[in-house]
């Protein structure tokens, strides 16, 4: 078991003949996801990395059952790539795409509301689930199977932080690189909400950054609903205040803006809080040996 | 992005929403030209020299003064223009003043009390969506009044299928006590306002104080216009508005070099791929007992040319007394970054302080073994725990 993918997911590369989405695509299948073929308007019909290319999306998942897309499309047009999957069906949108403009990503999340799909990202690394499928930019090899999941906001971080849990002997589920920008498809209480649901998830590492009330949100579900132990680190507790955002917005996202505060609402919420990301992996392994 | 209040009232303007009118200059005589025009456009004989630096408060600091005739408008802005302006936004070493709106007074006395309100739009992360939040307590902090009279401050959320609706524009102007013209003028403002909000990709308008004159127009004072970065690319005229001598220099540099730069006060420098490592990559620094001396991310192509672009914006800060790399090759190779630092070092030759390079990932044995065999004062670290006792080690 693992969420959102597996080795069965019919995966489909929006942007397929571009530069990212070839590189990409290629490690993607190199890891042995299942890739069924990609959408570049225009070049229907032609075969790119030994598979088909398709003019729209609906015609994927048609014609070639695709039910996750991963997105690689210049950001004046992913919004609108975006809409496209999830009008035709696409259950799982990844979108990886950096730079979306913020009004476009208003009208995004209002579109997809009623529409059966999950949105995972934008400005995001992608999900994978270990051995099985990767849909997204990590380096794979770096991922061991095992039984414990990730959320994170950050790219790099979630490798460090996966590279701690294999280096401490455990490994991985699924990690969800669920995006830095302001309006994404996925929050992290989402996010937890998926693996605390999958039986084979022991553990949950929760990354987050300053910046936003997601982490807060999560921690209060988790003491409501947790039953498996989560172990959390906050980026930017030495970040200068007010670089990120104007003064009314800070307002508006409350006193549970800045890493202090999130760390204490984490730990209150019975989450176990590490101060330094290098304690990451170690944290895990002692809250795993604890229900052993 | 931020602007100029002059510059973003031009662009309010553009889209029909009213403003207290004003002219910019770059020097006294201008000023002075500036206020002749006022008077003629629009019969003020006061008018008010503002300073135009990218922060508030400026009132407070001495930036905004009152200039009932020529002469008194020429000495003001001779007062102003070069000075440094000290706000509680600009932190103590305040910012140069290059040029000063003359703006038309708008509280001159008529048939009613003029009163002042406060109106920002912005993005409310948690749904989604637009709100525009609105205060009868205009011209103040709003921070202040979210503490001390949080039931003043009012919230309207924008449906985004359908826009912002008239009997929403119509709440606004009840729950800000007003009627009669007053209250008809203060929902065009609103609506215009929104309008120029969605057209413009803009991140926040915060407009404070929104003026209601003594003969019941409504108009913006003040402007405090935020782009949305991310959204330029469809606005090449808003873009062209960026004036980068607000910008810290050296922020100024490492963005033209694709660096994600931000300077903090700090001694030990850090150079790191990705935002969230980056952040984390300060918390350790400063857990390893030291404070970091900036924020650098260097992205998903960290190569020799931006390793040395970087190391030369970490290196103009005299405080640094060592530079920690860390660096997590995914697409990024760490052999190729370690061969990035080493030809970096060699060239600019005379770097004085320690340096930590911590490489993982992709190659990252490899890229332990060139630094280690390089000859060079670097000291390499794999494990992010090894990087931060090493930090420790050579601040001792």
């Known amino acids: ?118 949105l995972i990202g934008p400005n995001c690394p992608g999900i994978i689930t270990a051995d099985e499928a990767k849909i997204g930019i990590m380096p794979g090899f770096i991922f061991k199977k095992g039984n414990v999941g990730v959320v994170s906001k950050s790219g790099t971080l979630t490798y460090e932080a996966v590279d701690q849990v294999v280096k401490a002997g455990l490994g991985i589920t699924t990690a969800i690189g669920i995006g830095g920008d302001p309006i994404i498809g996925t929050p992290t209480k989402d996010a937890v909400e998926l693996l605390m649901n999958d039986p084979d998830t022991h553990g949950i590492i929760m990354i987050g950054e300053i910046g936003g009330g997601m982490e807060a949100e999560a921690a209060r579900w988790i003491k409501e609903h947790g039953t498996k132990p989560v172990v959390g680190f906050i980026a930017g507790q030495t970040a200068p205040p007010g670089r990120r955002m104007g003064h009314a917005g800070a307002i508006v996202g409350g006193a549970e803006d800045t890493a202090a505060a999130k760390m204490k609402i984490m730990s209150e919420c019975g989450i176990r809080v590490v101060e330094s990301p290098a304690g990451i992996g170690a944290a895990m392994a002692e809250e795993l040996a604890k229900l052993a | ?172 102007a009840f ?90 006060d700090g001694n030990v420098g850090c150079m790191v791929n990705g935002a969230g490592l980056a952040m984390a990559t300060m918390d350790i620094i400063k857990i390893a007992g030291g404070e970091p001396a900036n924020f650098l991310d260097v992205g998903g192509t960290a190569n020799a040319t931006t390793v040395k672009a970087a190391f030369n914006i970490i290196l103009k800060d005299p405080n640094v007394k060592a530079i920690l790399i860390n660096i997590f090759g995914g697409i990024v190779r760490c052999d190729r970054v370690a061969q990035g630092v080493i030809d970096a070092y060699k060239e600019i030759g005379d770097i004085r302080v320690p340096i930590i390079v911590r490489l993982q990932g992709t190659n990252a044995e490899e890229a332990k073994k060139l630094i280690d065999e390089s000859g060079l004062k670097v000291f390499s670290a794999i494990l992010l725990k090894e990087a931060a006792d090493l930090v420790s080690e050579v601040l001792a």
């Not at chain 1, 790119?48 to 897309?69: I, Q, Y």
């Open chain 1, 1 to 118: 078991m693992s969420v959102l993918v597996n080795k069965n997911s019919k995966v489909i590369v929006q942007g397929f003949t571009g530069n990212e989405g070839t590189y990409h695509a290629t490690q993607m299948i190199e890891y042995g996801t299942n890739v069924v073929g990609g959408v570049t308007p225009g070049k229907g019909g032609q075969t790119h990395l030994d598979r088909p290319v398709f003019n729209t999306v609906k015609e994927a998942v048609e014609k070639a059952g695709a039910d996750v897309s991963i997105i690689f499309v210049p950001p004046a047009f992913a919004a609108d790539a975006i809409m496209e999957a999830a009008e035709a069906g696409i259950k799982v949108i990844v979108c990886i795409t950096e730079g979306i403009p913020t009004k476009d990503m208003i009208q995004v999340k209002e579109y997809i509301a009623d529409k059966d799909c999950r």
């Open chain 2, 175 to 264: 729950n800000l006590g007003l009627s009669g013209n007053a209250f008809k003028e203060m929902t065009k403002f609103i609506a215009a306002l929104y309008k120029a909000y969605e057209a413009t990709d803009s991140s926040m308008f915060e407009i404070n104080p929104v003026l209601k004159t003594s003969d019941d127009k409504i108009l913006a004072v003040d402007a405090k216009v935020n782009l949305d970065d991310n959204g330029l690319f469809r606005h090449p005229d808003y873009a062209a508005m960026r004036d980068t001598t607000e910008e810290d220099p050296t922020e100024v540099e490492a963005s033209e070099s694709n660096l994600n730069y931000v300077k903090l």
């Open chain 2, 1 to 172: 992005m931020n602007i100029h209040e002059y510059q973003g009232k031009q662009i309010l303007k553009s889209f029909g929403v009213r403003i207290q009118e004003g002219i910019v200059a770059d020097t006294p005589e201008q000023a002075v030209e500036a206020a002749k025009k006022l008077k003629e456009d629009f019969g003020s004989d006061w008018v008010v020299v503002k300073a135009q630096i990218h922060a508030g408060g400026r009132g407070k600091g001495g930036g905004v003064k009152l200039a009932k005739n020529l002469d008194e408008v020429k000495q003001r802005a001779s007062d102003i223009i070069g000075m440094q302006l000290i706000t509680p936004q600009t932190g103590a070493e305040g910012k140069k003043v290059n040029k000063v709106l003359i703006a038309q007074d708008v509280y001159y006395p008529g048939e009613s009390e003029t009163k002042e309100f406060y109106v920002s739009v912005l993005l409310d992360r948690s749904r989604g969506r637009n709100i525009i939040m609105y205060s009868t307590e205009g011209g103040m902090d709003i921070e202040e009044v979210a503490e001390h009279t949080p039931h003043l401050i009012f919230k309207e959320e924008i449906d985004p299928k359908v826009g912002l609706q008239g009997f929403q524009t119509r709440k606004i």
